[in-house]
């Protein structure tokens, strides 16, 4: 029997102008083993076009991105940005600039409690912690200690009822960056108290369908790239999905906004960019002292291929055999 054909969007997504997502694509979508020689020529060429090596080149020569004196800002131009995006475009400490970045960036950030915060104070941060727990596995790193105390430091934190509580707002889904980092984090590593905080935490946005808290919130239901610590419903399903919810029926309701949202042609649009937010959030990032300069891969309003990787992944998932 032949291969079935990808379909226009994977096509698309297997273009060889973006090696990152090519190489993402093959594995995620068409199930290529890290031993195929696409994937590892693919591999090999994420440094030398496209985003990837796009980034590295803005990169100074101590390892760090936009300021020498903190890693977190400026937002979102700085060496932690930087670096979680680096670690969704295929990059790992066999790249000598990701080891020496992120050398650079755990002294900063990493807190003597096991967590990470944007001063590198005792105390850690949870969205801190959580992308960078995710970083930091996707990179290479999943044995450091540094990793393993993050992983620790989200239980710890996490709230009894299930789900975490950021900057003490009481546990909601923008607190989200745990789940996406266990979702990564290899189940044989897991303790038993890692296991009840996830199965805690994918009750609390499974009782919620991914979108349920307060007041309708435009934001959630538009998709974005980078996310940096906003939540959307894209987001949600991508770490339920890989977390193996993908049949519970109460993600529904966002499977269904995911198939609203797809276009004609099979492709998803980058709808906006961060920080896309409204209310009093708005007023806060509008002030010129905390207004952050938007990053981008790519263009809003129009098709991105890291937008519709996420979601044809996230249906890959839906979609095996149980």
């Given at each position: 029997m032949s291969p079935v054909k990808?379909?226009?969007a994977t096509q698309w997504l297997l273009g060889k102008d973006q090696p990152s997502v090519r190489y993402a694509a093959l594995k995620e979508l068409l199930g290529k083993s890290d031993e195929d020689s696409d994937v590892i020529e693919t591999r090999e060429q994420i440094t030398e076009r496209?985003?990837?090596r796009d980034i590295l080149?803005?990169?100074e020569e101590g390892g760090w991105w936009a300021s020498k004196e903190r890693a977190y800002g400026p937002k979102y131009l700085s060496t932690n940005w930087m670096i979680l995006v680096l670690s969704d475009l295929g990059l790992t400490k066999e790249d000598k600039r990701i080891a020496k970045a992120v050398k650079w960036w755990i002294e900063r950030m990493s807190t003597a409690d096991?967590?990470?915060?944007?001063?590198g104070t005792k105390k850690g941060h949870l969205c801190s912690t959580g992308n960078a727990a995710r970083a930091l596995v996707k990179l290479g790193y999943v044995d450091h200690p540094k990793t393993r105390r993050a992983f620790e430091w989200m239980v710890k934190n996490a709230a009894p009822l299930g789900g975490w509580s950021c900057f003490g707002s009481g546990r909601n889904l923008d607190s989200w960056e745990p789940m996406s980092a266990f979702a990564?984090?290899?189940r044989q590593k897991w303790t038993r108290g890692m296991k009840e905080a996830v199965e805690k935490g994918a009750e609390f946005f499974l009782e919620r369908e991914l979108h349920k808290q307060g007041d309708h919130y435009e934001p959630w239901y538009r998709f974005h790239y980078p996310n940096h610590y906003f939540y959307d419903q894209l987001v949600g399903l991508d770490f339920m999905t890989a977390l193996?919810?993908?049949k519970d029926a109460r993600l529904k309701n966002a499977l269904d906004l995911l198939a609203r949202k797809r276009r004609p042609d099979g492709r998803w649009n980058l709808d906006a960019v961060h920080p896309d937010v409204?209310?009093?959030m708005a007023e806060f990032y509008h002030h010129p002292k905390y207004r952050p300069t938007p990053f981008a891969l790519e263009e809003a309003e129009k098709?991105?291929?890291m937008v519709t990787l996420r979601a044809k992944t996230v249906l890959s998932r839906v979609s095996a055999p149980s």
């Open positions: 990808p379909d226009r496209g985003w990837a080149a803005r990169q096991g967590g990470f915060a944007p001063d990564v984090y290899p193996g919810y993908g409204e209310g009093g098709p991105s291929k």
